[in-house]
């Protein structure tokens, strides 16, 4: 179904060009209603309402948000028992108030953890059971603290390399393997009812996606309440490619895990390196590396529509044990990609433009989704 349909949507989509009446688009929410939950990532702006007008889209078009960075650990604890919930809090009513579910993203992670949480006093190495006390607690006051209003938690984000091994990151150096054990456990114990994933990037890859499905065998086996698995979608026009991509869902439903795309976007920018998500990869400025500064040309704006319709009618294929699709960002002005890996960038990566219209992509979507329905 995904190559039947996708040239015909495709085309239909460019024909009719795009509209930019809001009141006409269809609510991409309401178009998946049977489907997925559809979502977005939220950032302070959006919570405070400082940019209304992706606030309309967000209310409009998902009924599931993520917080982009409010719940992470820097932003939470900055320092040992100082916790700073205000943006955390305003997220979560925002969510309430729109009846959306909440994603908190995340307990566990390498990056973005401040420095203290790993050391002592004295700036030495925590031992073990310190540092097991440390995240226990942190996520017992942070899960607690939202139990019964965040649906879902992404528990343990990016905890392996691109082979497939573990990361050596400092939870692995002072506490060994079991981290991700104990840290699903600390969660389940401050909410039972939420459900916990395992979130990370490129596990489309054949190694990578081996030592995924590797560390969630263990996880099973060691009796971790683990809902599912967050593929983050971070994807390129022509990579990876469908067969990966519907490879990897399989592999991870056969499983009997619920699947998510956590993190959508398709960067159409020329990317030096492996193309992959680590926040810690920067390239210098360079010209060549922007290429659209003033505006995403027809040509490309048809080949990003073309990608996103293909990724739907895979997503599609799978409805049966894919729950949800959440873009990284609301429009291409609050894009992570205008500055991974490279700074002030001009990327085009979302379904709306700077100025919050829909796009050909948008419409390509909305086409997958009513083809779908159809021949369903």
Known sequence: MIKTHLTALVAGTLACGILTNASAQ??????????????????????????????????????????????????????????????????????????????????????????????????????????????????????????????????????LNDDGTLRPSPWLRIIGEDYLVKAFQFAQEADPGAELYYNDYSLEGDRKRAGALDLVKRLQAAGVKLTGVGLQGH??????????????????????????????????????????????????????????????????QQSLARRYAELFNIFLKHRESVTRITFWGVSDRSSWLNHYPVRGRTNYPLLFDRNGQPKAAFHAVVDAGRAFSRAD
């Open 26 to 159: 269809p609510a991409l929410k309401d178009v998946f209603t049977n489907d997925f939950l559809i979502g977005a990532a939220l950032n302070p702006r959006h919570f405070s309402g400082d940019s209304n007008d992706e606030v309309l889209i967000v209310q409009k078009h998902f009924n599931t948000i993520t917080a982009e960075n409010a719940m992470k650990w820097m932003h939470l604890q900055p320092r040992q028992g100082e916790f700073a919930f205000a943006q955390a809090d305003r997220f979560v009513e925002f969510g309430q108030k729109h009846g959306m579910t909440l994603i908190g993203h995340t307990l566990v992670w390498h990056s973005q953890t401040p420095r203290w949480v790993f050391q002592d006093q004295g700036g030495e190495s925590l031992t073990r059971d310190a540092l097991l006390e440390r995240m226990r607690e942190h996520i017992h006051t942070v899960v607690g603290r939202y139990k019964g209003k965040v649906h879902g938690w992404d528990v343990v984000n990016e905890a």
């Open 235 to 300: 994807y390129h026009l022509e990579r990876p490619s469908a067969r990966q991509i519907d490879e990897t869902i399989a592999a991870f439903a056969d499983l009997g895990l619920k699947v998510m795309i956590t993190e959508l976007d398709v960067n159409v920018l020329p990317t030096p390196g492996s193309g992959g998500a680590d926040v810690s990869t920067r390239f210098g400025a360079d010209p060549k590396l922007n290429p659209y500064p003033e505006g995403l040309p027809e040509e490309m």
